[in-house]
Each structure stands twice: as C-alpha cells, then as structure tokens.
C-alpha cells in the first residue's frame, strides 16, 4: 500500500545531458553527466546508469572530480551550494553552501581546499570567476562564505574558462577578448582582437578556450571557424599567435589531446552511446507508446522517430522514417515529420512528412511501416505520395480485435477523411500486400480536423471544425452528428470500459463536452480550456491538462460524471504540450480513490521545454533496476575463483520451477538474498568491521539448512559403521538429497516410499564405488 503523501510530480526526462561536459573516472569505467537536477553515474562498459546523485534544488551546472580523492565528485548548482559525492555508493558526502547563484565548477590539485566558480553579483550579464575556500568541519552541511577575485568580465560559459601548465595560469575568453590570470605573479594580461565590421574581422569573437596541460600554449575558438595558437602571453608586448583554418561555422569547444596509450576497438567502432530523450525543435508527432517495447516515441533528431526507455532513461534506437541526408543550413526548408502512430498491436507504424516552400506547393508523403521479426524492426511496406490535397490533420488505427484487416483513418484540412485497408494482389509470381484508399468521406466541405475509433471499433467519429460526426465503421455511413457552435474541436476521444457509451471532445474556445452515444444527446459540459486530453487504456480514466494564468493544472475524471477523481493545480508552471498513458508492469496498489487512477497506467507529459515530467511515489535512483545498481559493486571484484563463485551464484534461472514440487527441491541461495554477502560488497570499506568478524558470518551464510521431510529422524545413538560413513563427506548428503528429489518429480503427487536404514547403507556403498571407467568407453 502507497501513500497518499508521496505521489509527487517529478522529472524522468528531456534534461540534457551534454549541458555540460562530461567527466570520467580515473580508472575510466564510469562517466558523469549532469541531466538537470542531478547527476547521473554510467557505466562505461555497458552504458547503465548504475547510481542518480540527487540532491540539488535547482540546475546542476558544474562536476569536477576531488583532484586529492579520484573516488569523490564536486557538482555545483544554481541553487547555490557545492556537493561533494562518493559516487561510488552515491552517497552525499558534504554540502558547502556559497549563497550565490554557480554558473560553472572547476578543480586544481594544487588548491587542496578550494575550488573555481563562476558567479554573477551585480548586473546579469556581468560574471566573476572566484575561488571558493571549502571549510574543514564534521558538519554536513557548512557555510563557504570566504571568497578570493580571480578575474572579471568573463563568460558564463565553463568553455570561456581553461586552466593551464598544471595550474600556473588561467585564461578566459569574451567577446574580443582574452584575459590570462597568472597565480604566482597575481598578474593579469589582456589582449584584444579587433571588432571592426569590415569582412576580414566580421566574426572574431571568442567562442572558447583550451589551456595545454604541461606548456604555455592557449588555443582559442573563434565565431568565423578559426583556431588561434597563443604563445609568449606573459608579456603584453612580446606575445605571438598563429591561425587556423579549419571549420566552416563557428568553433563550438576545444580540448588538448594528452600524451598516452589509448586502447581502441580494432574495427574503430564506438563501444557504447550515452543518450537520453533527445529534443527537436518541434514535436508535431506528440507522445505515443510502442505496444511492443513499451518505449515511448516522438520525434528525436531531423527526419526520425526516436524510442526512448521510459525506465532507464536513455534511448533505444531511432527509425529513419524520411531517409534523406539531413543538410544543416539555416534557412532551407527542410521535410517534417508531422505525424505518426501504431496500429494492430505495434504491427503497422503510419508516418506523414511534409515540406512546404510556398502556400501553393506543399510536397506531402504517407508511409506504411510493417514490423519484421526476423529484424526486429520496422520496414517499410507502402508509400502514397499526396493522400491529401491538404495537410494532414490527424490519423489512427482501428486496434479491435475483431477487425481481422487492418484500417487506417486519415483527416485533412481539404475537407476530407480517407479510410486505407491492407490489401493482398499476391499472385504465384510475387508476394504484394499494401494499402489502398477504400473510402472517402466530409461533410459540407467543412475542413476535417480530427478523428478516433471507439474501442470496439463499431464507430468512427470525424471532427469537422465545430461538427462531431459518427459514422458506422462496417458500411461507413453517416450516423449521426453534434453540434454545440463552442469552437472548432481541438481534442476528441472515446470512453472505455464501462464508459464506452460517451464521447468526449474539447473545443479551442475553451469548454469540454460529453455526448451520450445511446441517446445521442449532450450529458454534461464544463468551462475548461484543455490543452491535452488522453484516455487511459487500462481503465475508464480520462486526464485533462488546462493552462491558467500562473501554470498547468490537472483534472482526471470519468465521463460518466463530470465530478474529477482528482485535480493537481500548477503541476507546471509552463504550457504543457503533450501527455499519454503507460500501462504499468506491475500496478500499484493506492486505496485512495483520489489516486487510484494511477495504480494501473502512469501519466506522463512534457512541457514546451521538452522537460518530460510524471506522478511517481520512487526518487530517481529509486528506479534504477537492481541488476544496474550492482554493476558498481561486481566490477570492482577481481577475476578470482571467489568472483567466479559469486558470479554462479548471480545466473539466474531461465524457467521457473513449478509451484506443486518448489518446496521439494534443495536450491542453493541467491548472493542478494544473503546479508553477509550485501554487506560485505554494498558497504563502503571504510565502515566495515573486521575480515576475522565478518569470515565466520560468511562462511555461516553459504551453508545449506536441511529441511527432513520424512517423519522419522535418524537417531543420535547409530552404530560406528553407519556414524564413519555419515561423517565421510558433505557430498553424500547432497547425493541423497538429489535422489529424493528425482523421486519427488517422477513419482508427482505419489507419496513416497520410506527408505530403510539397510536401504540407505546400501545406497551410500553404490556411492563409493568407482563409476569412472564408464568414461572411457
């Protein structure tokens, strides 16, 4: 049972996570990226988050590695405070509160108790770049109030900041200039480059900074695509630098390669990709969920659809859906994927792109995707060029079970809605199945702008501006219509389940309304300017997000009544634009009937910033599945025949035993389930007691408890002969432990025969008798 208390709305996506640069280990087997507020710990061999460092209020905007502790992490925030981590067991170690707003972290080794931030004090677009004496205490929580000038008038930007010769100087970049900060001398040098607007100097600006480690050479990145080497810069008049030509746009960073060995693949090929929910510019397709993968999918980079794993937070993969070279050009007119969505179960992915140079000259394409098992994915089966005169406006499937041909229904703005069925022309020569229009519909030449199927899939309703009409979806005629003249329909769907009889539909003038199918009359209406709208498909549930003037608010109801189960006010404080339900693996269990409707399917929404927010009782790291949160422990465990051990026990079984005889089997514990083990590998070393206090407590552990099932107990006072044999080895106990269990499972629900002690003596002979010529043979 869950709490009422705890359902909050928390971040699960869309934070990115190249905000900032990532850091790796010293051992290089983790990475660490910031993804809004925290701080995520990937593995670098299997890229699994392993641990979420959550902690901050606000924006992570700098981690750093502790130079004097390669096992500990600096992250600073614009919340004001700088945390040190042990990211290891994704503990918060300390927390140093500054009390201004960190912009940017930075570490030197040669400052054992002090660390570089970037702040703003005065005027918004004025930044200091201060050290920040970190206090020694045993405190958590301690107060950096004690702050040293370094330099002024500097970017934001960590890229606008580089530390050079292993510490000696620092240098920062802005607009036309670069100042260099030298620590022994407490000297500045500035230099300027010209800023004239003639062609030659148009675009000189600094863009970023990179210091070498061990020489006094910086190099800089410059708006026209230049790179300028910079040498003698500690003398005003005697410094020199040299020019680089090699990009065609602006340099957006710069980093010195460091002298080593680097071990690669032989095939150059990159081991792992790190990703998490890639944002668009736009998201036309909205937020669907693949029956088959359970990811969610919308648009990820130009021409795609991405599928991104809503419990791992990070991608799987992205479909090509316009198979085009994509050309980065500001200005050209590129082809956009506007639509998309999943028929049959996930066999069919319909998609609609468009590019439209001129009102009269729109270029529209309709494609038909078929999942292939053999390849699990996606291939594409028909392409119709033009199926409207007009944009496309909305498509979906019929998913019910007892349509055996599938259908699509497509809406324009032309005025027309066209229903497509899958055809088979296979002859004995070649194998054809593909879509073809089979009926066109409108009415009153009114633009078409949405339409639905109800889940038995008997009806089809059709919005025509302010007109909702159904249609019969077996000889497709017109049924019957609604009109209430409050607005051209912006939303429309069906109710499920027990409320399958109503239709809902929200219009752009701001009011809900809910039609009874039986009756065809109006049920109820409500004020409520809803800008998303989505139907639950495990349950009757209908959520409505409405935008007031401070945020987002919250109603889910049923359409039986217009009561709301629940309203959340100001779950945002910007627009939301998209929402959709995710039936849940396993449900929750709340009791409140204020939250019960989360308790089969999740909600989630994402916001113009493409911040991707849900109603969730677990943190972050919370939901990290087990197997990623060992991952830190067992790659710390050498190869040796005690890992070996460990990593048999962790196989898990591929089928599971059968209820009636489980009980019967002697099974050999599972390492997570036994403490001595959890607490000598998930404890941090510097708090675990002594090797000699936890060796018998192990050892103890991996015993086997003997559980008799017979009725009768062997006596303690057996001759000599059967006490000798008894005591030879373990493995015997294990023999006949194995020979009941054989019994157990060829005799079923047979009861079993009692042996003997005469039957057992002779049983434990046949034992120690050498069976091993047989494997000559």
């Known amino acids: 049972m869950v709490e009422e208390e705890s359902v909050r709305v928390v971040r699960c996506g869309g934070s990115e996570l ?85 912009h940017a972290l930075f570490t030197l080794p040669s400052a054992e108790d ?66 260099v900060y030298f620590f022994k001398k407490k000297t500045t040098s500035r230099f300027t480059l010209s800023s004239s607007r003639n062609k030659k100097h148009a675009k000189n600006n600094f863009t970023c900074v990179a210091c070498h480690p061990k020489e006094d050479c910086i190099a800089t990145g410059h708006k026209d695509g230049k790179i300028r080497l910079w040498r003698n810069f500690d003398d005003d008049k005697k410094y020199t630098y040299t020019c680089l030509h090699w990009h065609h746009d602006m340099v957006m960073d710069l980093a010195f390669s460091v002298t080593e060995i680097i071990v690669i693949h032989r095939n150059l090929e990159a081991s792992a990709v790190i990703q998490g929910l890639v944002k668009d510019s736009n998201i036309f397709t909205g937020l669907m969920v693949d029956p088959r993968t359970k990811a969610l999918v919308l648009n990820g980079k130009p021409g795609h659809l991405q599928f991104y794993s809503l419990q791992h937070d990070k ?35 319909a998609t609609v792109e ?35 005169e007009d944009h496309i406006t909305a498509l979906c499937f019929c998913n019910a079970e007892k349509f055996e041909n599938p259908t699509l229904v497509t809406s324009s703005k032309d005025g027309h809605f066209k229903v497509w069925i899958l055809t088979d022309d296979s002859d004995i020569y070649k194998k054809a199945v593909g879509w073809t229009c089979d009926f066109v519909g409108s009415y009153h030449k009114y633009q078409a702008t949405n339409c639905c199927f109800s889940e038995d899939g008997s009806l089809l309703a059709v919005s025509f501006e302010e007109i909702v009409t159904i249609w019969d979806s077996e000889t497709w005629e017109l049924k019957c219509t609604f009109c209430q003249r409050a607005g051209k329909i ?42 998303v709208m989505e139907p639950d498909p495990n349950s009757e549930n209908i959520a409505a997000i409405s935008r007031s003037s401070v945020g987002s608010d919250l109603f889910v109801f049923k ?46 929404f994402l916001t113009k910033s493409q911040s991707l927010l849900t109603f969730s009782t677990k943190s972050p790291e919370e939901k990290l599945t087990p197997t990623s949160k060992q991952l830190l422990a ?58 000699s206090f936890l060796c018998s407590k192990f050892v103890s552990s991996l015993l086997l408890s003997k559980e008799t099932k017979s009725g009768e107990e062997i006596p303690e006072d057996v001759d000599m002969e059967e006490g000798k044999e008894s005591d030879d080895s373990d493995e015997e106990n294990d023999f006949t432990e194995k020979i009941q269990d054989t019994n157990n499972t060829d005799l079923g629900e047979d009861l079993l025969h009692q042996l003997s002690k005469s039957e057992e003596k002779e049983l434990r002979k046949f034992r120690k008798v050498d069976y091993s010529w047989i494997t000559v043979l």
């Not at 005065?122 to 004690?146: C, G, M, N, R």
């Not at 000038?149 to 500097?154: A, E, G, H, S």
């Not at 109503?502 to 049920?523: D, K, P, Q, R, V």
């Open 18 to 102: 190249n905000f900032r640069r990532a850091v790796f280990s010293a051992d290089s087997k983790y990475i660490f990226c910031v993804s809004g507020d925290f701080v995520k710990v990937h593995s670098t061999a299997t890229e699994e988050c392993v641990h979420i460092l959550q902690g901050h209020r606000n924006l992570v905007t700098g981690i750093q590695l502790n130079p004097n502790n390669h096992l500990q992490l600096y992250s600073c925030s614009f919340d004001g405070t700088v945390k040190l981590w042990d990211y290891v067991d994704g503990i918060l170690i300390k927390t140093f509160v500054v009390g201004l707003k960190l």
């Open 114 to 179: 002090s660390v570089f931030v970037i702040i703003n004090k005065e005027k918004p677009d004025v930044f200091q770049l201060v050290s920040v004496k970190l206090p020694k205490s045993s405190s958590q929580e301690i107060e950096a109030k004690e702050l040293s000038f370094v330099l002024d008038y500097i970017n934001q930007s960590p890229k606008c900041i580089a530390f050079g010769n292993e510490g000696e100087y620092v240098a920062a970049v802005r607009d036309f200039y670069l100042s």
């Open 315 to 349: 991608q799987l993969y992205n479909l090509d859906i316009i198979q085009q070279e994509y050309i980065n050009d500001y200005g050209l007119i590129q082809i956009e994927l506007t639509k998309a969505a999943f028929g049959c179960y996930g066999n069919w992915l």
């Open 354 to 388: 468009q590019r439209q140079e001129k009102e009269t000259e729109l270029e529209l394409q309709m494609k038909l995707w078929m999942y292939n098992k053999k390849t699990q994915g996606f291939v594409l089966n028909t392409k119709v060029n033009m199926p409207h």
């Open 490 to 531: 912006r939303h429309l769907c069906f109710g499920r389940l027990t409320c399958s009889k109503y239709l809902l539909g929200a219009t752009e003038n701001g009011i809900l309304c809910c039609w009874n199918l039986l009756s065809c009359a109006l049920e109820w209406s409500a004020k409520l300017n809803v800008r």
């Open 559 to 604: 359409p039986s009544e217009p009561r709301p189960l629940y309203i959340q006010k100001n779950i945002s404080r910007e627009e939301v634009q998209w929402g959709v339900f995710v039936p849940r693996d396993v449900p929750e269990s709340f009791t409140s009937e204020a939250y019960q409707w989360l308790n089969r399917s999740q909600f989630y």
């Open 634 to 691: 067992e790659e710390s465990l050498p190869t040796t025949p005690f890992y070996f051990i460990l990593g048999k026990h962790r196989e898990q079984q591929d089928e599971k035993i059968n209820e009636a005889f489980e009980s019967e089997l002697v099974q050999l514990p599972l390492t997570e389930n036994i403490p001595a083990i959890s607490e000598l590998l998930h404890t941090p070393a510097h708090v675990l007691p002594s090797a």
